[in-house]
């Protein structure tokens, strides 16, 4: 008897939000994952909680696990920090996009005020004296994600899911094959991550490869989750390898710098000149930095599809088998969102916003 | 800026030391690089109030005018053979033909109920202090763990006005004796056992003891030390505690050197000529696997003739370094540790002391990984040198994220200067 309602693949932030939410809803749920809960990209994150408004669609789901990220605020697990998010822009072309990026967020039911230079130098002391504008969305926060997932599977598992320490062999009618040989019956729910083309090869994915840095700690250093205003366009945009300012105080009042984006790179070593690279488009904004100490240094691969939004949905052409997948590196911020879609899509619930967005067959012919 | 040279030398210290002078000695540009401000080591460490042996003062000066010397130079970071060292003045960049890396050890924590009290120490650690002018005068000092460094800690100590209330060796007296029964083998070791013994006259060596607790309200006050007799509580000012060495692999590991892991803490695989499986990377000395400073000396020069090109000179002294490698052997058989020593930390007691972790909340972690990412334990400054030995022999997991710049915490600045071809213009 290993009948379920629902079968969770992978047990990453965006898998253990989807085990949590179904069975929260009263599914039976099975978690299958043979590495540590919250172990891949889920334990390289930088854990933001952070809204884009570059895509209305993906500013929708933000905004739905942003809602849902407040339940976790006192959450011990969760190491929720309220930082806020601090924009800033690097040239005159992303100064006078600002109005606009305000507008679209407090729309969108965020809240963002426009800074100029001597609100900047106000909020966020450390910052280059030259950068004269900005946003600050001060709502949004920072968690700690590999603790995050590994709490909520524990919810899911005390509220009867059971967790499965085997990988998933294949995807048989009616379920999933582990690789001991014994059989899970169910309709499944595919959260794998970058391992996703492992079982569903037919929805392009690749691992995007990224960089962080953490110091010690360097208490009252940084107010403020700090990205430039370009992030996801001008510095990440392109399919080359990319670098883009990005640095998080955390809880524990070490800084957490990044970001670099890399495609085709199979090796998870750290590449040094590539850690340069970032940490020289950090300096630029902010040169008091130099002087930290880093203390260590990682990489992690994001799960990236090719218009940049996640797999949400049904795969089409099978019956009982969903995916939630490819988030690329909103997987944290946008996790809850995704599971209460899902749920609401499997259950036959009204979304509670547009699917069709993140259909999987959109990409499929 | 980029610093060519032939060989590259990383670590001071005996091995380092022999290495350097030797390959010179064949003609090649030799850079010698330490993060301390002087040569020696930790064996030879500098002491502010007494003067060094003969043999460092000779292996210090032979190295005067020959090589390249570098103190401060803490390497943090490797890109394929380029390395990147971090020094007062900024970052940098080294390319070398032959590498050698003479990294030594480092102690052997082990935590027990008490160890994070301040006053504890490593053997070393206190004997470190000593030497950098920590003052020790009519302070009463316990010294325990295991193995021979102990005596050379306690006759440091000693030596820095500190009153050495006694040794307290884990070893038993059976194994200590068999142990010194085979030194005449050794005439240098035996010799310096003798004169260590005499600097102690007065100072007890218990064998089978060891320190099963520390206490103290802010300070260390005492200790409760368990042998065949039971156990009593002492009172003391110092632990100093250390159960041997642990081989610093870090920087061959991220050269991406093979390793051994045939024995708890892993040891950088080098063959009889001492090159590593990365091509041009030689190791020597405790890195390969703890066995003093005769095999390190001997290791050094061998290593040195490698990096320097007399092979034929490196295999003469091949017979030379076997005989003293089994000084390691003798030395491991006998001070091994006692398995008692293994269950002596309680739940509620740390083990990583960067990020405050007891060992309870590593329950149900089955790597390094997960001890990281469920408790922080090995997240903090130290990146899991103590933590991370200490849990590998207590059996749980081995120390694992080796292979990740910076090595030693360094100034993001430091990391930010490793040169790349081209460096994107940032607009303003």
């Known amino acids: ?365 | 800026m980029v610093e060519r040279c032939d060989v590259a030398v990383i670590g001071a210290g005996p091995a380092g030391l022999a290495a350097a002078r030797t390959a010179a000695g064949h003609g090649a540009r030799v850079l010698l690089l330490d993060a301390q401000p002087r040569c020696g080591g930790q064996v030879w460490r500098h002491d502010v109030a007494h003067r060094a042996p003969h043999a460092a003062r000779s292996a210090i000066r032979a190295v005067g005018g020959k090589v390249d010397w570098r103190p401060h130079h803490q390497v943090v970071a490797a890109d394929g053979r380029r390395l990147l060292a971090e020094t007062p003045e900024g970052a940098v960049a080294i390319e070398a033909a032959h590498v050698v890396l003479a990294t030594g050890a480092r102690e052997l924590l082990l935590p027990f109920p008490g160890w994070t009290l301040p006053g504890v120490t490593g053997a070393g650690g206190l004997q470190a202090l000593a030497k950098q002018g920590w003052p020790l005068a009519g302070k009463r000092v316990l010294v325990a763990g295991s193995g021979p460094l102990l005596l050379a800690a306690a006759a440091t100590l000693r030596r820095h006005g500190a009153e050495v209330l006694g040794i307290h060796e884990q070893a038993s007296a059976a194994r200590v004796a068999a142990f010194a029964a085979q030194l005449w083998r050794w005439p240098a070791r035996a010799l310096q056992a003798a004169r260590l013994r005499a600097a102690l006259t007065g100072v007890p060596y218990r064998c089978g003891s060891f320190v099963r607790r520390a206490f103290g309200t802010t300070q260390l006050e005492g200790v409760e030390l368990h042998d065949a007799h039971g156990t009593r509580q002492i009172a003391c000012d110092h632990l100093a505690v250390g159960y041997g060495l642990v081989p610093n692999i870090e920087l061959a590991a991220l050269l991406g050197c093979a390793l051994d892991h045939d024995t708890v803490h892993p040891r950088v695989q080098a063959d009889e000529l001492l090159r590593t499986s990365v091509p041009g990377v030689l190791a020597a000395g405790e890195a390969v696997g703890v066995a003093g400073l005769a095999a390190a000396r001997i290791e050094g020069a061998l290593a040195g003739h490698v990096a320097g090109g007399n092979e034929a000179a490196a295999r003469a002294l091949r017979p030379a370094r076997v005989r003293a490698r089994r000084f390691a052997a003798l030395l491991a058989r006998q001070f091994a540790l006692d398995p008692r020593l293994r269950a002596l930390a309680d739940a509620g007691t740390i083990v990583c002391r960067c990020e405050d972790v007891p060992l309870a909340a590593l329950d149900g972690c089955v790597d390094a990984r997960s001890a990281r990412l469920v408790a922080r334990c090995g997240m903090g400054a130290c990146q899991g040198r103590i933590c991370g030995a200490a849990l590998a022999e207590l059996g749980r997991f081995p120390r694992g994220g080796l292979r990740r710049p910076p090595l030693f915490p360094a100034r993001l600045a430091t990391l930010a200067a490793f040169l790349q071809p081209t460096i994107p213009e940032i607009e303003p």
């Open chain 1, 1 to 365: 008897m290993n009948g379920y309602d629902l079968i969770v693949v992978g047990a990453g932030i965006v898998g253990a939000c989807c085990a949590d939410e179904a069975a929260a809803a009263g599914l039976r749920v099975a978690i299958v994952e043979p590495a540590t809960v919250g172990g891949g990209a889920t334990a390289c994150a930088m854990g933001h909680l952070v809204a884009m408004d570059d895509d209305p669609a993906e500013l929708a789901l933000a905004r739905l696990s942003l809602q849902a990220w407040e339940a976790f605020s006192e959450l011990p697990e969760a190491e929720f920090s309220r930082c806020g998010t601090l924009w800033v822009a690097a040239s005159a072309d992303e100064a006078a996009g600002i109005a606009a990026r305000v507008a679209r967020i407090n729309a969108s039911g965020g809240e963002a005020h426009a800074l100029d230079a001597q609100q900047l130098r106000e909020v966020e002391p450390a910052l280059a004296p030259d950068l004269c504008a900005g946003m600050l969305a001060p709502r949004e926060a920072v968690v700690y994600p590999p603790r995050m997932a590994q709490h909520l599977v524990r919810r899911a598992c005390a509220r009867g899911a059971a967790l499965h320490r085997r990988a998933v062999q294949r995807l048989g009618r009616g379920g999933a094959v582990l690789d001991d040989g014994s059989v899970l019956r169910g309709p499944v729910l595919v959260a794998t991550g970058c391992a996703l083309p492992r079982l569903l090869p037919q929805l392009p994915l690749r691992p995007r490869k990224g960089h962080l840095v953490i110091t010690d700690r360097y208490p009252g250093q940084l107010r403020h989750q700090v990205l430039e205003l370009g992030y996801a366009d001008s510095a990440h945009g392109s399919d080359g390898s990319s670098v883009a300012f990005n640095v998080q105080p955390r809880p524990t009042g070490q800084v957490l710098v990044g970001s670099s984006r890399e495609f085709d790179v199979d090796d998870a070593a750290v590449s040094p000149p590539m850690l340069a690279r970032m940490l020289q488009r950090a300096f630029r904004f902010m040169p008091a930095l130099r002087e930290l100490q880093a203390i260590r240094a990682w990489t992690g691969f994001r799960p990236a599809t090719p218009d940049g939004r996640p797999y949400l949905g049904a795969v089409p052409g099978h019956a009982d088998l969903w995916v939630a997948a490819g988030h690329e590196g909103l997987g944290v911020t946008t996790a809850p969102g995704s599971a209460r879609l899902l749920l609401d899509l499997i259950l036959g619930r009204t979304p509670a916003i547009d699917p069709a967005p993140y259909a999987p067959s959109r990409v499929l012919p």
